[in-house]
């Protein structure tokens, strides 16, 4: 009886196989795509190379606090902090990270470093071309994690010159 049932589950098998055999191939679009995702379509969740953000004053958000280095399992990111001055406001907070490094060749994006921050400071981008020949090339500074400051639109601008 065994045999039979066996046989039977290697013709199911081999039916779907056929069945697809002759179905046209999908493929994703992704290297030939249009526009800066070139065909690649995310996941609401995916985790991709992080972004330090942004306050809506354009202030840094990170107040190195260190939470996130601590919360890192394979210990790739290194903080150096520094404290704000009256002259020079980097963060709205007393200190900024001076220095906030992410080693890439470790990160393992479990996304702990997310969760671990207090302001919302670090997240998950949709940057997903990470691959380098150069181990170098895969330290990302605080410069390229930072998320660069909108400009106002023009309405604003206007009624900001009009008031002053």
Do not use: W
Not at 31 to 55: I, S, Y
Not at 98 to 122: L, Q, W
Request: proline share 4%; net charge negative; aromatic share 8%.
């Amino acid at each position: 009886m065994s045999i039979v049932r066996d046989a039977a589950a290697i013709a199911k098998g081999m039916s779907i196989t056929l069945k697809e055999m002759f179905q046209p191939t999908e493929v994703e679009n992704y290297p030939d795509g249009k526009g800066p995702m070139r065909g690649a379509q995310f996941q609401e969740r995916f985790r991709g190379k992080h972004q330090l953000q942004r306050d809506e004053n354009g202030l840094e958000k990170c107040v190195a606090c260190f939470l996130c280095a601590a919360a890192c399992p394979s210990n790739c990111i290194y903080i150096e902090a520094a404290e704000n001055t009256a002259e020079t406001r980097i963060s709205s907070a007393e200190r900024y990270a001076k220095v906030y490094n992410i080693d890439y060749n470790r990160c393992i994006f479990c996304g702990y470093c997310v969760e671990a921050c207090p302001t919302d400071a670090i997240t998950h981008g949709h940057g997903f071309e990470l691959a380098s020949l150069n181990a170098t090339s895969l330290v990302m500074r605080k410069e390229d994690l930072l998320v660069s400051i909108k400009p106002l639109p023009a309405a604003a601008n206007g009624m900001a010159e009009s008031h002053v």
